[in-house]
Structure formats: structure tokens, C-alpha cells
């Protein structure tokens, strides 16, 4: 090769081997290569004035630095670069801070839930606003699934302390915890326990309906008059269902009907019938219950026609409902508070009728209180107010008979009617295979299609699969929520971590792509919503015993020692 040729050559190698390391650094440039010898070589050129052509000496490039470094061994490569700092503002500030603003597509409708997993938006949404305001939604109610103590009720509970600032009731009807009576009480609203010697309800009282009759009076009073006996009659015939195992014959609800009617008509006002008065009217037997029963004077055809309800009458009242059932209402539902909770916490996990009873009987109550408020808006006599109400651990519930699964059923498909959004929270879709019969499970399979909102917090791959096929969920989706249902890690260092899926929950609506979140609590929420208050450490329990004593002591001292518990002496 002639030495002009090798000039050539070298000429090229330099310039390779330069742009390599300004655009790749040090580490792209071959073995054995002398960074020092090109800029020497490329000095000369511009002192002969081969490069420039002015013989001037020109300006030195400078090594170019990738902004995460160079790559290659001992280059210093950054991964990743720090996000930037995230503000949040109104579009009103935001366009004259930056006027480029667009938006990220999450609702922004309803209560403020958490923030989208991967934009980091903020995601709001509720039934009731979704469907009124929105749009979203043809149906105002929610069906939340996830695996237990992922914060399915703390969510619901945000819903209620957002939806009370906007002016709608929430109604705990059968708070099974309880999870929602101290949110409740600081809003402000009435918390109405039911249990063996802590509370009853007397299922013949009309209640808020039967003062809203009264209240408004004429042809609509006497509408809702009617409303009343026959909410009056199937909460009672509820009662004998559960003792009995099996619904009432057609000719025993006649005659239920028949002596409802005779003590209405017969009782004091203000004054409602107990259980013990239909006792004693079916005993008498006015002409107006025998006629229902065909005995044509004959008092032993009679006997045997009631005979039967005379005695499912006896098992309610001597057997394990009659504490419950048997007296008065204890504390009735407030038509104007903020917020109720009927808790029937204190009633066992194995006393199914009990709770069974209770639920039908709250739920009883709770909806006769929302049709009156809804007659007495429509009479121009009160403002107009809706609804929402929970019903939490809802498998319970469900097996413990059957007339819960026909009221939720007849809920789910009249609530745009009532004024009434709600949210139903069970752990997973097999809640519904329990349960006895055919005809109930596929009324419960229901519940979430007609959902106008389905919620999912961590659930294992297989219960998701059938879920997909219910509510149409995506593969990504399928998968993201399956590895939210994984256990917490094995801590090294004893402290205590939190599961991946705690707090992180998917919205889908429709066909829809989902909505992942992430709900961050407030310190005030995390104190109102605890569901792990029986696992307190006994170093705990113990502080917190000693400061009840020491504020009974220090109130004992300004009122005397009668303000001591029986067992303390002075």
C-alpha cells in the first residue's frame, strides 16, 4: 500500500473511532485505541492546515457525555433518571401556569377514590354520582369481590363520608362487624344496636311509614297506609319462614292479613300491636279472621286451620327470636339523621335465625324509613333525599335463608325507583354456590350482572376467570388483579408488611377497559375504620385499661365518689 493509502486509512480509523467515543464513550472504543494519540494527530492537521483550510488552530470538539452516562463496564450508566416533582392544580390555575394542560382520562365524578396506578390521576366515582351526574352507569349500584383484609370496606366507608357531604343518607341495614358504626357516629348520624338484651325491633310497628300515613293523610295517606300493612304482613311472615324452614301456605297469609287488619283498626294510636296481640286475636277468633278460614261456625274446622301459625307464632315468640321480636322497638330510625347503622354485631356467628331475622328486619326498617321520606317529598311536606345503603359481608347474609336473597334480588332490580344506590361486598363469585337452592343461586349470580359498577380487589386466577366471563375482563386485567391476592413477603426483619393487593382495586364499568387504583388512607380514616381491633397487643390493651381508670378516677373527683364502678371502693 502506497504511504498515501496509509494515510488515508488512518485518517479513517481516527475519525470511526472519534465519533465512537462522542457518541458512545470510552467504553465502545476498540482495545488498544489511544484517545491522546487522535487529538495529537488532529492538532497537527489543523497547525498544516490540512482541516480547516485557514491553518488556524480550530476549537477542540469536546467528548460528548450521554445524559445517563456511558454505557459499557466502568461507563457509570443510570438506569433510570428521578421522575420530575408533581403538582396538582384546578385547570383554572393550571392554564396560567402552563397552558399546554391535557387530561388524563380519568373520571373525575363523584368521591375521591385514590389515584390511577399508571398515570397517577387522581380517580373519582361513586353509584349515586355515576348515575346521576355522569352518566356512567344504568344501574346506581356497586358489587365489590376481594379476598379479606384487602380494604374493601375502607373503601366503601370513603364512599360514605364522601356521599354524606353531598347530602345523601347512608344506611348500614345489619352492620355484621361492625365496620361502619364509628363512621357513622362521626358524621353525626344514629347507630341502633339489635341483639339477645341489647335491642329489638317489633316488626308489627309501622314505623316511619305509619307517621308519614298519618302525616300527610287523604287518598295519598291511605296509599301508604296500604304499603304499610303489606310490608307489616311479609316481615311477619318472614319470621315464620325461618322457624318453619319453609314458606307460609296461602291460607295462613290470609289470615295473617285478616288479624292485621283487626288490630289496626282496634288499636290505641301511637300505640302499635306486638307479636302477643296476634296470639291473643287468633285465640279469640273475631268473625272477621274466621271467615278467612272457611269454618262455617264450626269452631273445631277453625282450630285446625290456625293451629299451625298458632304454633310457628309460639316458636317465635318463646323460641330464640322472642327477646328480639317480642317487645317493643327500642330505638326507632330518626327520618332526619345523617346517617344510620343498625348494628347486629352482637349477635353469633352460629345463631343463624337470629341474624337471618335481624337482616330481614333491618332491612325492613331501613326501607320503610326511605319510602316514607320519598311520600312525604312527594306531598311537598320534606326536601327530597337519597339513599345509600351497604349490606358488607354479604355470604352471611345469604345462607342464612332464603327471603334475604328475594329482598337483595328485588333491591338490585327496583332501586332507580326508591331513590336508593347501594353496594354489596362478598369475598368471592362461590358465595352464591352455597346457597340451597337452584333458584336462589342464579338470583344471586345476578347480583353482579346487574351491577352498574364492579369493583375487584385481589382474587386468586381462577375465581378471575370466571368473573371475566361475567363481566368481560381483559387478560391484562385477569393477571394484574390475580397478583394483588399474593401473600406479603417473608420479612427479614420482623416488621410488618403490608399484602401487594392491600388498598389496590380495579373499577370496570361495561366493556370498558378497567380502571386500576390505589387508595392511600388518612390517619382520621384509618382511625374511624379498623377491622382488626380484637388483635390488640396486651401491652396495649393494658395502657388503654390504665388510662380508663385513671379518667374515672379524675371524674370521680369532681363528682364524687358515686361516679366509681360498683366494684372500685373509696
Not at 408533581?86 to 373520571?107: D, E, H, I, K
Not at 347530602?167 to 355484621?176: A, E, F, I, K
Not at 341502633?192 to 302525616?215: E, F, H, Q, W, Y
Not at 382495586?505 to 387508595?519: D, E, T, Y
Request: some cysteine.
Amino acid at each position: 500500500m502506497s504511504r498515501r493509502g496509509e494515510e488515508r486509512k488512518a485518517e479513517r480509523w481516527d475519525r470511526l473511532s472519534e465519533e465512537a467515543a462522542w457518541g458512545a464513550g470510552p467504553g465502545a472504543l476498540p482495545t488498544g485505541f489511544d484517545l491522546a494519540a487522535v487529538g495529537e494527530r488532529a492538532a497537527k492537521k489543523d497547525r498544516s492546515g490540512k482541516k480547516g483550510g485557514s491553518g488556524e488552530q480550530s476549537r477542540p470538539k469536546e467528548l460528548y457525555v450521554p445524559p445517563r452516562g456511558w454505557y459499557g463496564p466502568g461507563g457509570g450508566r443510570v438506569g433510570y433518571m428521578d421522575p420530575p416533582t408533581m403538582w396538582r392544580a384546578t385547570t383554572v390555575q393550571a392554564c396560567g401556569m402552563w397552558p399546554f394542560t391535557a387530561g388524563s382520562g380519568s373520571p373525575m365524578t363523584g368521591v375521591p377514590l385514590g389515584q390511577h396506578m399508571f398515570t397517577g390521576a387522581t380517580v373519582c366515582g361513586d353509584p349515586l354520582s355515576w348515575f346521576t351526574r355522569a352518566r356512567y352507569i344504568s344501574n346506581p349500584s356497586l358489587f365489590m369481590l376481594g379476598m379479606p383484609g384487602l380494604g374493601k370496606s375502607t373503601l366503601i366507608n370513603r364512599m360514605l363520608i364522601g356521599l354524606s357531604a353531598t347530602g345523601v343518607v347512608p344506611l348500614v341495614l345489619g352492620d355484621l362487624k361492625p365496620d361502619y358504626a364509628d363512621t357513622v357516629r362521626a358524621l353525626g348520624g344514629q347507630v341502633i344496636t339489635i341483639g339477645r338484651g341489647r335491642g329489638g325491633i317489633n316488626v308489627l310497628d309501622p314505623g316511619a311509614m305509619g307517621a308519614a300515613a298519618a302525616k300527610i293523610g287523604g287518598e295519598a295517606g291511605e296509599v301508604l297506609k296500604a304499603e304499610t300493612h303489606g310490608r307489616v304482613l311479609n316481615m311477619v311472615a318472614a319470621l315464620v319462614t325461618i322457624v318453619r324452614g319453609r314458606p307460609m301456605d296461602d291460607h295462613e297469609q290470609s289470615v295473617l292479613s285478616a288479624i292485621l287488619h283487626h288490630l289496626r283498626e282496634r288499636t290505641v294510636p301511637g300505640r302499635p300491636a306486638l307479636l302477643t296481640d296476634l296470639l291473643r286475636v287468633l285465640t279469640e277468633g273475631p268473625d272477621r279472621v274466621r271467615a278467612v278460614t272457611l269454618d262455617r261456625g264450626d269452631d273445631t274446622r277453625y282450630r285446625d286451620a290456625v293451629d299451625p301459625l298458632h304454633r310457628s307464632l309460639l316458636g317465635i315468640l318463646d323460641g330464640p327470636l322472642g327477646d328480639t321480636f317480642a317487645s317493643e322497638t327500642s330505638t326507632r330510625i330518626d327520618p332526619d339523621a345523617p346517617a344510620v347503622c343498625i348494628d347486629i354485631s352482637g349477635i353469633g356467628e352460629a345463631d343463624t335465625q337470629l341474624t337471618a331475622a335481624a337482616m330481614l328486619a333491618a332491612w325492613s326498617e331501613g326501607l320503610g324509613t326511605v319510602a316514607a321520606s320519598h311520600a312525604l317529598a312527594d306531598a311537598g311536606l320534606a326536601p327530597r333525599r337519597w339513599f345509600f345503603t351497604v349490606l358488607d359481608e354479604l355470604w352471611r347474609p345469604l345462607r342464612a335463608a332464603s327471603g334475604i336473597v328475594d329482598r337483595i334480588d328485588a333491591l338490585t332490580r327496583l332501586n332507580r325507583s326508591l331513590g336508593l344506590g347501594d353496594a354489596k361486598i362478598t369475598h368471592t363469585l362461590k358465595d352464591a354456590e352455597a346457597l340451597g337452592t337452584d333458584s336462589d343461586r342464579a338470583k344471586a349470580r345476578g347480583f353482579v350482572e346487574r351491577a352498574g359498577m364492579v369493583v375487584c380487589a385481589g382474587l386468586p386466577k381462577a375465581e378471575m376467570e370466571d368473573l371475566g366471563k361475567v363481566v368481560g375482563l381483559s387478560r391484562r386485567e385477569i393477571e394484574l388483579v390475580s397478583s394483588w391476592s399474593s401473600p406479603p413477603g417473608w420479612g427479614v426483619t420482623g416488621e410488618h408488611e403490608e399484602p401487594p393487593g392491600r388498598g389496590r382495586f380495579l373499577i370496570k364499568v361495561g366493556g370498558r377497559p378497567g380502571i386500576p387504583i390505589k387508595v392511600a388512607i388518612t390517619d382520621a380514616e384509618r382511625e374511624l375504620h379498623n377491622t382488626n381491633t380484637r388483635w390488640i397487643p396486651n401491652e396495649t390493651a393494658v395502657e388503654q385499661s390504665v388510662m380508663r381508670a385513671a379518667a374515672q378516677v379524675a371524674r370521680a373527683a369532681q363528682e364524687g365518689p358515686q361516679a366509681l364502678p360498683g366494684r372500685w371502693t373509696t
